[in-house]
C-alpha cells in the first residue's frame, strides 16, 4: 500500500525502490528508450504529463504541466502533490492514489482541485496508473492532467444562466428580482459582494437597490447610499458603456473611495459592467474582491452576459413597480382628497351655524328694540342665504357618502366666496357698523396679505419666551414637556411668522399626544446653523400620509375621529392649514423642514383609535409602552443671518428693501 507519509517518514522498502530509480524518466530508463526521443514525444503532447514516485513527489513532467502549476521546471522537480491543494483536496487525491497502489488498476477521471502559483484556483482531470519496474515491483504512478477549469466555468455559466433566464418571469417586484441577480452573481464569480447600481434621473445620484455582501452589515449600510452619477467607476460605465475591470482600487483615478467610508468597507478589486437596453443605459451590475485571483476577461464576458439578460426584465420590472406605486398614489389622492372635502365640510358647518344662531339672536334684539320693522326682509334675506350655504355643505356631505351630486369642487367656490357675500350682505341690509368693521379685520388679520419685516432673531431666547407664554394654553393637558434649549447664532425671519410657526409646531405636537406623553422641545446649533426640533413621543403618522402631509389642507386625522374642540386638546385636528403654512414659509424665508415620524404599534391604520390617556391605553402596560411605540420629529433648519441672501439690486426690491408678503 502507498505510504500517506511523507518523503522522510517513508518505509525502508519504499526507500529502496527509490534509491534504485534512474533519475528521470523511470520508464525511459528501465525499457532501455531513448531520453531524447522520450522527451521529444512528450512535449508535443498539449496536456500535461508527470510522473511521481510513491510518495507522490512530482519526478518527471512535460512544460505544458508546469504551465497548468505556473511554476517553473525546476521548482516543480520533487514538489509534493500536497503543496498545490488544502489538506480536504490532498486527502481525497491520496485516497486515488491508494487505491491505484492496492488494485492496480488504473484512473482516467479524477478531479483535482489545485491553487497555483499566483494563487488562482484550478479544477484539473487527472489520469493515473501504477508504474512497474523490471521486476514488476510498484516505483511510481504517470498520468495526464488537463485544466478544464474554463471548461467547469462554461458549463456552471450556462446552468446559471439558464436558471436566470426560467426564474426571471417568477419575479414581479424589483427589489425580489434584483436580489436573486446578485445572489447568482456572488456565487458565479466567487466573490464577497455583488450589488445592483441603478440610477435616480431625477437627483442625478446613484443608489443600491440590491447589494449582498459576506459582511451583512456592510451590504445593508450599502443600500442606504446614494452617490453623485458622474463619480466612481460606476459613473465612467455609465457614460462609456463599457465593462471596466479594477484590479487595484488603491490605484485606480475612478474608484470613489466615499461610498467604502459610508459603507465601512474595503473594496480591493472590482468588476463594473453597464446593465442597457436599446442604446440606454439604467445602471451597472458590480461585483467586488474576487476570493481568488483577479478578474479576468471570462468574468468579463459572464458578467455581461447575465447583465444583458436581465436588463429587460428589470426594466419591465420597475415600470410595472412605477404603475403599482402611481395607482396606489392615485387611491391615496382620493382617500385625501375625500378627507379634505369632509373636514372643510364639517368646519364650515360650526361657523355658518353660528352665523345662524347670530341672525336669530340679532332678530329678536331688534324686535324687542326697535318699532320699524323695515330691517325684517334684510334679516329674511341673510337668513335665507344662510340657509343656502347649509344647504350646499349637506349636499357636500351627500357627495361623500355616494348620492348623487357630482360637483366636487362646490366646496372649494364655496369657501372661496363665502365670507365677501356674506359682508356684502350684512352691509348692504344693515349698514356699516361696529360689527361690520369688526368682521372686516379679523378676515384681514387672518387672510389678508401683509408685508412682513425681516428682523434678527436668536432662536434659543425666541423659543424660551413664547414657550413660558404659551404654556397656559395647554395647562389642561397632562404631557410632560422636556426642553435643551442652547444658544445658537441669530437667524433673519419675521417675528410674527416664527411665532406661527413655533406655536403650529408644539400645537400639533400636543395635539397629537395622549395624556401621560412626552414631548421634547430642542434649540441647538446644527452643522450649517440653528436647528429648532419639536419630537411627540404620540400617535405618529402612517407611511401614506406622510407622502401627502404638507400637500394642500390635507390633515392625517379621520375627520370622523374628532369634533371642534379646543385648540391643544388631543385630537383637536384643527385646519390642516398648519403644515401647508409651514412649507410655504420655508420656501419663502429659506429655511429646511425634515419630519421623521413612525406610526403608534399598537394603532397602525388611520381608522384605529388612540383613547387619549396612556392610563386608559390597554396596550401599554407601562409609560414607557407608549413612549418606545411611535411618535414624530419635526426639524427645521435655518441659516445663520449672514448666510441668507439678501434680494437682488431690482428696483421693486429697493423699494422693498426687506419686506415680503406673508
Not at 527509490?18 to 532501455?32: I, R
Not at 482600487?249 to 473611495?257: A, I, L, Q, V
Not at 374628532?562 to 386638546?569: G, H, L, V
Request: hydrophobic residues 35%; proline residues 4%; contains cysteine.
Amino acid at each position: 500500500m502507498i505510504s500517506n507519509k511523507n518523503r522522510q517518514n517513508s518505509h525502508p522498502q519504499e526507500l529502496n525502490h527509490l534509491q534504485h530509480m534512474p533519475g528521470s524518466p523511470m520508464v525511459a530508463d528501465s525499457c532501455g528508450i531513448d531520453r531524447q526521443r522520450y522527451r521529444v514525444f512528450i512535449e508535443d503532447v498539449a496536456d500535461g504529463f508527470y510522473e511521481t514516485n510513491l510518495n507522490g513527489d512530482f519526478v518527471f513532467f512535460n512544460e505544458s504541466f508546469c504551465r497548468i502549476f505556473e511554476f517553473s521546471c525546476d521548482e516543480m522537480q520533487n514538489r509534493n502533490y500536497r503543496d498545490f491543494m488544502n489538506s480536504q483536496n490532498a486527502e481525497i487525491a491520496f485516497e486515488h492514489f491508494n487505491k491505484i497502489y492496492r488494485t492496480g488498476e488504473g484512473f482516467t477521471d479524477i478531479i483535482w482541485d489545485i491553487t497555483r502559483k499566483d494563487g488562482e484556483r484550478r479544477i484539473l482531470k487527472i489520469s493515473a496508473k501504477l508504474i512497474l519496474d523490471d521486476h514488476g515491483q510498484k516505483i511510481g504512478f504517470r498520468g495526464i492532467a488537463r485544466d478544464i477549469t474554463h471548461e467547469r466555468r462554461a458549463a456552471r455559466s450556462n446552468q446559471a444562466l439558464f436558471r436566470i433566464a426560467k426564474a426571471l418571469p417568477l419575479f414581479r417586484q424589483l427589489d425580489q428580482l434584483l436580489d436573486f441577480i446578485i445572489k447568482e452573481v456572488q456565487d458565479l464569480l466567487a466573490v464577497e459582494g455583488a450589488s445592483v447600481i441603478l440610477l435616480d434621473e431625477n437627483k442625478k445620484e446613484f443608489y443600491f437597490p440590491a447589494a449582498t455582501y459576506d459582511n451583512k452589515e456592510a451590504g445593508k449600510r450599502m443600500r442606504e447610499i446614494r452617490f453623485p452619477a458622474d463619480k466612481g467607476v460606476a459613473g465612467h460605465v455609465y457614460r462609456t458603456g463599457q465593462p471596466m475591470i479594477v484590479p487595484d482600487t488603491s490605484k485606480s483615478p475612478y474608484f470613489f473611495k466615499q461610498v467604502d467610508e459610508k459603507a465601512v468597507y474595503q473594496t480591493r478589486n472590482m468588476l463594473d459592467v453597464p446593465i442597457g437596453i436599446q442604446n440606454r443605459m439604467i445602471g451597472v451590475l458590480c461585483a467586488v474582491n474576487k476570493k481568488e485571483g483577479d478578474f479576468d476577461q471570462a468574468d468579463v464576458f459572464l458578467l455581461s452576459t447575465i447583465a444583458s439578460t436581465v436588463a429587460h426584465p428589470i426594466e419591465n420590472a420597475r415600470i410595472n413597480e412605477a404603475l403599482k406605486h402611481s395607482y396606489e398614489e392615485v387611491q391615496s389622492l382620493n382617500r385625501a382628497k375625500d378627507r379634505v372635502i369632509n373636514h372643510l365640510s364639517h368646519e364650515l358647518k360650526t361657523p355658518v351655524s353660528v352665523l345662524s344662531a347670530s341672525l336669530n339672536l340679532l332678530s329678536k334684539k331688534l324686535s324687542e328694540q326697535e318699532k320699524d320693522r323695515s330691517w325684517e326682509k334684510a334679516l329674511e334675506r341673510a337668513q335665507r342665504n344662510l340657509k343656502r350655504i347649509l344647504e350646499m355643505q349637506y349636499q357636500v356631505e351627500d357627495i361623500l357618502h355616494e348620492r348623487d351630486y357630482r360637483a366636487h369642487t362646490l366646496l372649494s367656490t364655496l369657501l372661496d366666496v363665502c365670507t365677501d357675500e356674506l359682508e356684502a350682505l350684512i352691509t348692504e341690509e344693515l349698514g356699516d357698523g361696529d360689527a361690520v368693521e369688526r368682521i372686516r379685520a379679523r378676515i384681514d388679520n387672518l387672510f389678508g396679505p401683509k408685508h412682513l419685516v425681516l428682523q434678527t432673531i436668536h432662536l434659543d431666547r425666541f423659543v424660551r419666551k413664547h414657550l413660558k407664554s404659551l404654556r397656559p394654553r395647554f395647562s389642561h393637558r397632562k404631557c410632560h414637556i422636556e426642553t435643551r434649549i442652547s444658544g445658537t447664532p441669530p437667524i433673519r425671519i419675521p417675528e410674527e411668522v416664527l411665532l406661527k410657526i413655533v406655536e403650529g409646531l408644539i400645537r400639533n405636537a400636543i395635539e397629537n399626544t395622549p395624556d401621560g406623553g412626552r414631548i421634547e422641545i430642542i434649540v441647538q446649533t446644527g452643522e450649517k446653523g440653528p436647528e429648532l426640533v419639536v419630537k411627540d413621543h404620540g400617535i405618529g403618522i402612517t407611511e401614506e400620509n406622510q407622502r401627502l402631509i404638507f400637500e394642500s389642507t390635507f390633515t392625517t386625522s379621520e375627520t370622523a375621529h374628532y369634533c371642534t374642540k379646543a385648540p391643544y386638546d388631543f385630537y383637536a385636528g384643527g385646519k390642516g392649514f398648519d403644515l401647508l403654512r409651514l412649507k410655504i414659509f420655508s420656501e419663502r424665508y429659506h429655511f429646511a423642514i425634515r419630519m421623521e415620524s413612525s406610526r403608534c404599534r399598537f394603532i397602525p391604520r388611520d381608522e384605529d383609535l388612540c383613547p387619549g390617556d396612556i392610563a386608559a391605553c390597554k396596550d401599554c402596560q407601562t409609560t414607557d409602552d407608549c413612549l418606545n411605540s411611535g411618535g414624530t420629529t419635526m426639524t427645521l433648519r435655518f441659516l445663520p443671518s449672514p448666510k441668507i441672501a439678501s434680494p437682488k439690486n431690482s428696483t421693486e426690491n429697493k423699494r422693498k428693501k426687506n419686506e415680503y408678503i406673508a
